[in-house]
């Protein structure tokens, strides 16, 4: 698997400072939670919060599924920002009602991308905690 290098930063009075470059694979990550338990976010474009409230892991039921900016695939859709394979393993964040049911916001360990899938499309039926 390829390592990928994720910048964590704080933002303090305007000013960006960078805390610490941190560079694993996937495997390395095992069941750590990648991403600070404070990093919680709103996706503008969707206008849905999130934060990392339940935290586990697990994968999509099969490849090129697509990873959305909101819950909505559907007028007006939300944003496509990538996509996630069978292969990739996802960190489960939190899950929210969306279009056709409900939607998990999830992590992609492998690309770094992150976003929401329908709970229908993910093994287990995603996230267990409602954002």
């Known amino acids: 698997m ?9 933002i303090a009075g305007g000013t960006m400072l960078v805390l610490a470059t941190v560079g694993f694979s996937a495997a390395q990550a095992g069941a750590e939670t990648v991403r600070p338990a404070g ?4 996706q503008s474009n969707c206008n849905h919060s999130w934060g990392i409230y339940d935290g586990s892991y697990g994968g999509t039921t099969g490849n090129g ?5 909101g819950p909505h695939n559907s007028s007006p ?9 069978a292969s990739h393993t996802l960190q489960y964040d ?13 992590y992609d360990v492998n690309t770094g991308v992150q976003g ?4 229908s499309l993910l093994i287990g039926n995603g996230a267990s905690v409602h954002c």
């Open 2 to 10: 390829k390592p990928f290098a994720r910048k964590i930063a704080a």
């Open 39 to 42: 990093d919680v976010g709103v």
């Open 65 to 69: 599924v697509n990873i959305r900016t």
């Open 77 to 85: 859709a939300c944003t496509i920002v990538g996509q996630a394979q």
């Open 94 to 106: 939190c899950w929210d009602s969306g279009t056709g049911g409900t939607w998990s916001h999830i």
């Open 116 to 119: 929401w899938i329908k709970d």
